[in-house]
């Protein structure tokens, strides 16, 4: 006999997320899944989604002082140490979970434009790679949570972003 399965947990501050959408008038599609830790885990499911699949990268700087939420497609390979040069930032690199709790409060592989909202003191910089900022309309995004995805219009991130005090700024992405 098999035991039912415990529900998943809830991110505490979703329904404030949600919330805020809704009077900011923006709406989205949602999507439950299987929690998904990276988009080959995605891929080896086979989800069939609306929108465009992003990869969300949290970066520091070689100090820790600085930190950034990059997003670009999901099969984009970013040549890190070619960023930090064109942008003249210190070695960036992945911060650690940590530091992803500390800053979005969130946990590794739920991350994702709408975790901004939990930069309290907008120490993160929103990053964009102009590729993705050019070629999607619908943005794929984990509401805190791994095992749910909504559908963003990208213009409507953008009012959402600009509510909570952030600016994009799109980058020329140096790939491999």
Known sequence: MSSPQAP???HPNRPLLSKTLHD????WLCYEHPPLYTCDEADALGLKRDGTRIKN???????????????T?????????????QLN?????FASSERLMRYL??????????S???DENRSVALWIDRALWCDAELWQCHPFDNHLTWVLKKADLV???THLGYEPKLIELPTF
């Open 89 to 93: 930032l210190s070695r960036l690199g």
């Open 159 to 161: 009012r959402f972003w």
């Open 116 to 118: 901004l909202f939990n």
């Open 24 to 27: 900011l008038g923006i709406e």
């Open 57 to 71: 990268l949290f970066l520091r700087d070689n100090y820790g002082r600085a930190h950034f939420l990059l997003l």
């Open 73 to 85: 497609h999901a099969e984009t390979q970013v040549d890190l140490k070619s960023l930090s040069r």
């Open 8 to 10: 998943l947990e809830q």
């Open 105 to 114: 409060k969130v946990k590794p592989g739920c991350v994702s434009g709408l």
